[in-house]
């Protein structure tokens, strides 16, 4: 059997994972936790996600994408469509070859490419802390003498449905050979704890270029890339779901680029 003609799930290939927080929102701003609240993007992050769309469709910097994988919370919705707008992957209404037609604000278009929307990339359910300042947060906290992990949903919950999120997107990609780039799009926290979990669970290794210091809660629009062999790990107990094992050892080649944006930005930290 020739390589062109073998099952594609057992063609070795690497796929890059394209990693985005969502734009700006006025909640960001003012240090309001927003966990599950279904926020929007304000101008600026609006602003911001259309700068990273321009970034990618331009020829020096060009980046293909070949599926999505989004948060369904508007935030991430909006973000992903400006950004798959500026790269003609978005149709305009009513076949209009206007993009100006287009509503970064629904989750009803065409898409060129396949795209997901899932709960499963939400922010984690912040319980009674949503909607509240930080600072009143933390004060709370305090005086029920708890951390914030203790309210809300559980640690082990995002993580497991970030592991079924990851799992999906892998098999996905192993099946289609004609997908190299996907593209996730959701909030901070959940992004910082997904590259967590994949770093100790041995699925991914850092770069040495990356700081570990540097793998916090990322900046709005910021893109994190990890390269990812899809050939499974020859010792199948490696390859192990429930421990969020599902390849061979990829590499996280950096965090938090900010690059399309060119100027100094504020990082409005987990679950804001």
Same mark, same amino acid.
């Given at each position: 059997? !020739?390589?062109?003609s ?10 890059k994972?394209l ?19 279904n ?15 321009? #970034? ?18 508007q ?23 206007d ?7 629904i @989750? ?7 795209? !997901?929307? !899932? ?13 509240? #300042? ?6 709370k ?9 203790? #309210?809300?949903?559980? +640690? ?5 449905r970030?592991r ?11 099946? @289609?050979p004609?997908?190299s780039t996907i +593209? ?22 850092i ?6 210091e ?9 893109? !994190? ?35 399309h ?12």
């Open positions: 059997m !020739t390589a062109s073998a099952d594609p799930t057992s063609v070795p290939r690497t796929l994972v990693i985005v927080r969502h734009g700006q929102t006025d909640h960001n701003i003012r240090r309001i936790l927003q966990g599950h609240l926020t929007r993007l304000n101008e600026q992050g609006r602003s911001q996600a259309t700068l990273l769309g321009k #970034y990618w469709a331009a020829p020096a910097t060009s980046q293909n994408i070949d599926a999505v994988f989004s948060s369904d919370l935030r991430c919705i909006t973000t992903n469509n400006l950004i798959l707008t500026e790269l003609g992957l978005v149709a305009p209404a009513d076949d209009d070859s993009k100006s037609t287009i509503n970064p604000d @989750n009803t278009h065409k898409y060129a490419v396949p795209v !997901t929307f !899932t709960s499963n990339l939400r922010e984690r359910d912040l319980g009674p802390l949503q909607s509240m #300042y930080v600072k009143e947060a933390h004060a906290a305090a005086s029920e003498g708890k951390s914030f992990v203790d #309210y809300g949903e559980s +640690m082990k919950s995002v993580r497991g970030l079924l999120v990851w799992a999906d997107l892998i098999d996905t990609a192993r099946k @289609n004609d997908i +593209m996730i799009v959701s909030h901070g926290g959940a992004i910082s704890k997904l590259c967590a979990d994949l770093v100790n669970t041995g699925s991914v290794r770069a040495d270029e990356v700081p570990v540097s793998i916090a809660v990322p900046p709005n629009t910021s893109v !994190t890339t990890l390269l990812i062999p899809l050939d499974l790990d020859e010792d199948p107990e490696k390859n192990d779901l429930k421990e969020g094992k599902v390849h061979k050892q990829g590499k996280l080649a950096d965090f938090g680029n900010t690059e944006l060119k100027v100094p930005v504020t990082t409005y930290q987990d679950e804001q």
